[in-house]
């Protein structure tokens, strides 16, 4: 009846090691209860891809969106039913009697430090869930204060560190406040059992120079929609274009028309439309700012570029609000010296920077992450970006981010990629010679509409 918290750096594969003590657990036939994971809603997709990649024979469940009480028979007993059901944060308190009614194997947080507030609705309600073990995903077990770590122990092995008031007087107040090192000492051996975790620096020896991570992210409510309502519109232009000109002739229109699906991917407000304005979501946005407090929180120095410095401009305004130190290189910068000085010297932990201005000739070895907000259509344009930071010089694993739209021009473009790389990347860089050899049949993919939400 024991429970832990595996607290590996960011990028290191928590998911990835959560996904194999599952499917191992199933396989030894004791995954017999579904298990529950509560997850933050702009990871829901990147689950739902790594256990399709990791582990395809685990049934994995999304309770997640409008219709998703319809799927809650999919995890009673029967040769279907589910083995793994993703829920969010958010939609704790309102899916609680159905998540309480039933029993789960395994209750499963993923950035457990979300519940650090045990006051909160969210907590109180993951403090009801039946489950017979209960498992901690978190980079960043301890942000602030030892009562964090106490909260998600409360939650993991009620009891363990005795109440929250015996808690403080006995352990915090010592520590935090006395520098009392013995309790210190204590305190670590006591919860040593209980924590799993590996450095970045500790595992240098086994990851490769650079590791490229794909985050993925569902596009929902009104940025679907834009999505799907420029998406038809632009198809239409397109294919009236062509039919009047030859597709020859239809590139100006073809080019605009990826931008703009590229565009609503990024930020709808990057699209200047009435209707673009009134749009809240912005999914790339959430999971960028999900991400930057526990990458600085383990002491990464991140670089993020975009091809649209309109965006870094909205990264920036993000960044302000979080009180998250940053500095910038665009074609307006006037002196490129003095951003990369204030950087190199960890005047600020993120350095915003455009593709244009800033995919060549700079050296940024103390940066060890990078975050290509859109993705560069060019991979060796990308890679040009990417070794900014991945270089002679550079004496640390290098971890690069790329943020995806699912299911939208982004990712297919990915896929493209992979056959028809050098034409993908001349096309999207607005080489438009490229575009005679870029086929009909492509187009139409990269216009084909959203797929219905992953279930």
Same mark, same amino acid.
């Given at each position: 009846?024991?429970?832990?918290? &595996?607290?590996?750096?960011?990028? @290191? %594969?928590? !998911?990835?090691?959560? /996904?194999?003590?599952? +499917?191992?657990?199933?396989? *030894?036939?004791?995954?017999?209860?579904?298990?529950?994971?509560?997850?933050?809603?702009?990871?829901?997709?990147?689950?739902?891809?790594?256990?399709?990649?990791?582990?395809?024979?685990?049934?994995?469940?999304?309770?997640?969106?409008?219709?998703?009480?319809?799927?809650?028979?999919?995890?009673?007993?029967?040769?279907?039913?589910?083995?793994?059901?993703?829920?969010?944060?958010?939609?704790?308190?309102?899916?609680?009697?159905?998540?309480?009614?039933?029993?789960?194997?395994?209750?499963?947080?993923?950035?457990?430090?979300?519940?650090?507030?045990?006051?909160?609705?969210?907590?109180?309600?993951?403090?009801? &869930?039946?489950?017979?073990?209960? @498992? %901690?995903? !978190?980079?960043?077990? /301890?942000?602030?204060? +030892?009562?964090?770590?106490? *909260?998600?122990?409360?939650?993991?092995?009620?009891?363990?560190?005795?109440?929250?008031?015996?808690?403080?007087?006995?352990?915090?107040?010592?520590?935090?406040?006395?520098?009392?090192?013995?309790?210190?000492d204590l305190l670590a051996a006591r919860l040593k059992p209980f924590i799993l975790r590996r450095r970045k620096?500790?595992?240098?020896?086994?990851?490769?120079?650079?590791?490229?991570?794909?985050?993925?992210?569902?596009?929902?409510?009104?940025?679907?929609?834009?999505?799907?309502?420029?998406?038809?519109?632009?198809?239409?232009?397109?294919?009236?274009?062509?039919?009047?000109?030859?597709?020859?002739?239809?590139?100006?229109?073809?080019?605009?028309? @990826?931008?703009?699906?590229?565009?609503?991917?990024?930020?709808?407000?990057?699209?200047?439309?009435?209707?673009?304005?009134?749009?809240?979501?912005?999914?790339?946005?959430?999971?960028?700012?999900?991400?930057?407090?526990?990458?600085?929180?383990?002491?990464?120095?991140?670089?993020?570029?975009?091809?649209?410095?309109?965006?870094?401009?909205?990264?920036?305004?993000?960044?302000?609000?979080?009180?998250?130190?940053?500095?910038?290189?665009?074609?307006?910068?006037?002196?490129?010296?003095?951003?990369?000085?204030?950087?190199?010297?960890?005047?600020?932990?993120?350095?915003?920077?455009?593709?244009?201005?800033?995919?060549?000739?700079?050296?940024?070895?103390?940066?060890?992450?990078?975050?290509?907000?859109?993705?560069?259509?060019n991979p060796a344009a990308e890679n040009q970006a990417t070794d900014r930071a991945h270089r002679i010089g550079?004496?640390?694993?290098?971890?690069?981010?790329?943020?995806?739209?699912?299911?939208?021009?982004?990712?297919?473009?990915?896929?493209?990629?992979?056959?028809?790389?050098?034409?993908?990347?001349?096309?999207?860089?607005?080489?438009?010679?490229?575009?005679?050899?870029?086929?009909?049949?492509?187009?139409?993919?990269?216009?084909?509409?959203?797929?219905?939400?992953v279930r």
């Amino acid at each position: 009846d024991l429970a832990g918290i &595996l607290a590996d750096d960011m990028g @290191l %594969g928590k !998911t990835a090691q959560t /996904l194999a003590h599952l +499917l191992t657990l199933k396989q *030894a036939g004791r995954l017999d209860l579904p298990a529950l994971v509560i997850l933050p809603t702009s990871l829901v997709f990147n689950w739902q891809a790594e256990a399709a990649r990791f582990a395809p024979d685990l049934k994995v469940v999304s309770l997640h969106g409008a219709d998703r009480h319809s799927r809650l028979g999919e995890l009673e007993t029967g040769t279907a039913r589910a083995d793994v059901a993703l829920t969010t944060y958010p939609l704790l308190w309102r899916d609680a009697e159905a998540l309480q009614a039933r029993e789960w194997s395994l209750l499963i947080l993923d950035e457990a430090q979300t519940v650090k507030n045990a006051a909160s609705k969210g907590a109180q309600v993951i403090r009801q &869930l039946h489950a017979r073990h209960r @498992l %901690g995903l !978190t980079g960043t077990p /301890l942000e602030n204060h +030892l009562g964090e770590l106490w *909260a998600q122990f409360d939650f993991l092995l009620p009891g363990f560190l005795g109440p929250q008031k015996q808690f403080n007087a006995a352990w915090r107040t010592p520590i935090e406040k006395h520098g009392d090192a013995v309790r210190r000492d204590l305190l670590a051996a006591r919860l040593k059992p209980f924590i799993l975790r590996r450095r970045k620096e500790d595992v240098a020896a086994e990851l490769p120079p650079k590791t490229v991570i794909v985050r993925t992210v569902g596009l929902e409510g009104g940025q679907r929609d834009l999505y799907e309502t420029v998406r038809a519109a632009m198809d239409e232009k397109v294919r009236s274009e062509i039919a009047d000109r030859g597709f020859g002739r239809s590139q100006i229109v073809i080019l605009d028309a @990826l931008l703009k699906l590229r565009q609503v991917c990024c930020d709808p407000r990057l699209l200047k439309s009435p209707a673009a304005a009134k749009v809240k979501e912005r999914a790339k946005l959430e999971l960028l700012m999900d991400m930057l407090p526990e990458l600085i929180a383990e002491g990464r120095r991140i670089l993020i570029f975009s091809q649209f410095t309109t965006m870094l401009a909205l990264i920036a305004a993000e960044l302000d609000r979080a009180r998250i130190g940053w500095v910038s290189l665009t074609g307006d910068t006037r002196d490129r010296r003095i951003p990369v000085e204030d950087f190199q010297k960890g005047r600020a932990p993120v350095f915003l920077i455009s593709l244009k201005a800033g995919g060549l000739g700079l050296n940024l070895t103390t940066a060890d992450t990078v975050i290509h907000f859109d993705p560069w259509w060019n991979p060796a344009a990308e890679n040009q970006a990417t070794d900014r930071a991945h270089r002679i010089g550079q004496d640390k694993p290098v971890f690069v981010f790329k943020l995806i739209c699912a299911g939208s021009i982004e990712e297919r473009i990915l896929a493209l990629q992979d056959r028809k790389a050098a034409l993908a990347a001349s096309v999207l860089s607005e080489d438009a010679n490229a575009l005679a050899k870029f086929g009909e049949a492509d187009i139409a993919a990269l216009l084909a509409p959203l797929p219905d939400p992953v279930r």
